[in-house]
């Protein structure tokens, strides 16, 4: 079993949406948790990171980690043709390595 | 952007010749990472740098070495290039290794 798991979709969806993406991770010990946004042939892009459990908001998009389910929420509001991206969760371990999902791809349909 | 650069960005190579990719970085942090990515496996990371000569392996190491001789370099070389080497390769940074920013990728093929 993968120490972080996360559907690969794709996940389509109307324009104007609220998106959910989420992932399930095993190591109880994870503090840091990190949401990237991938473009097709680019590099990952750091969107927010959450410490320990709870909520943060940037703008269209809201990071929420319950720890007590060890389970990692990306929610997109008002979602848009160009959120139309791979997105990674990534835990940090106590060794400062990123445990990478495997992406869920999510096209936003106009 | 953060200033991290990646050389070359496509290669074509032949198995079993030596394959050296860069990674350079303006940002002065003192973590720097080299990635795979392959469909189905996402991000795996190969070796990582925590300072000027200091090196670790990652989970897929093995036919890889790196070398870090500066604090804005960080190599990656395939010491005798496979098939299954065809990859998608990252390069990252970090300065306290919690966010993490990726370079534009080396799309290697190995023929």
């Known amino acids: 079993q993968k120490e972080v798991e996360q559907d690969p979709g794709p996940l389509s969806v109307p324009e104007g949406a609220i998106v959910s993406l989420n992932c399930t991770y095993s190591?109880?010990?994870?503090?840091?948790f990190m949401w990237y946004r991938q473009y097709s042939r680019k590099g990952p892009e750091l969107l927010m990171y959450?410490?320990s459990s709870g909520n943060k908001e940037d703008g269209r998009f809201t990071a929420q980690v319950d720890k007590s389910s060890k389970y990692i929420s990306l929610f997109i509001r008002d979602s848009q043709p160009s959120d139309s991206a791979t997105y990674l969760c990534?835990?940090?371990?106590?060794?400062?390595?990123?445990?990478w999902g495997a992406g869920t791809k999510l096209i936003i349909k106009p | 952007d953060a200033g991290i650069t990646q050389s070359p960005r496509h290669k074509v190579t032949e198995t079993g010749t030596p394959v050296t990719l860069r990674c350079h970085q303006t940002?002065?942090?003192?973590?720097m990472y080299w990635y795979r990515q392959d469909p189905g496996h996402g991000l795996r990371l190969i070796h990582y740098?925590?300072?000027?000569?200091?090196?670790d392996k990652g989970e897929v190491s093995d036919g890889y070495s790196v070398s870090r001789s500066k604090t804005e370099d960080f190599l990656l070389t395939l010491e005798s290039a496979t098939s299954s080497q065809t990859s998608v390769y990252f390069c990252?940074?970090?300065?306290?290794?919690?966010?993490?920013?990726f370079g534009q990728g080396t799309r290697l093929t190995v023929v």
């Open positions: 990252a940074i970090s300065g306290h290794g919690t966010e993490a920013f």
């Open positions: 940002e002065n942090h003192r973590y």
């Open positions: 740098s925590y300072g000027v000569k200091d090196t």
């Open positions: 190591n109880s010990a994870f503090q840091y």
């Open positions: 959450t410490y």
């Open positions: 990534a835990p940090r371990d106590s060794n400062y390595q990123l445990i």
